[in-house]
């Protein structure tokens, strides 16, 4: 059985990896290894924050490791917030403080078309590997919803009635940005 750690503080993340990955992988959390410490991430782009993120924990730890960094891109705000998804509404903001400047830069636009894109960086067996997922939909006009986090509440996907954060975390997870790019990551790691 494979373990690898997975490069993230966020507890939401966490629990969706070990849904999406069931018994094919043994994830490890940051606590689970002793590393106890913020992860800088500072690049332009998602690819590159997931890459700064997975390399940071590789070189502290010398394990087999993945990082995920995740945007929500809308195109009416000209692809905003994007990389800058996390703190969309400044230093320090919250899930629900993002949720409402979307929903006020939203308000009132037609063409609500957006999209989760997904990167994730493997280190794995000294090797590093990309993989990327998305899943295009629309941004809602109010939140709706209680489960998931960040942006879930506004954001239904194509051809779906319910938002992320309405819907069982099964039905998330296997239509995701996260759930696609996992699902390549098992793959490959499967053939090995
Ligand atoms: P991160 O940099 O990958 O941690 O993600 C940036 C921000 O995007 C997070 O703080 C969340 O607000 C949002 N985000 C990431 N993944 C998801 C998701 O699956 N659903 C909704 N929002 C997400």
Redesign the pocket.
Known sequence: MISIVFA?N?Q??LR?LREIAGNALIIKSLKDVGLDTDIP?TQET?EG??RQKARFVYEKTGLDCFA?????EIAALYGR?G?Y????AGEGCN?DD?IKKVMEEMQGVEDRRAC?R?SICMIYRQNEYMFEGRIDGEITQGPSGSD?????PV?RPDKQSQT??EMPPYL?NGL???GRAVQKMLQYLARL
């Open positions: 993230t966020n939401h993340k969706e991430e998602i924050n997931a995920d960094d995740t945007g929500l917030p990389v998804s996390a703190r969309y899930f993002n989760f997904c998931g986090f960040g942006y879930d954001f992320f954060a998330k995701s940005h996260r």
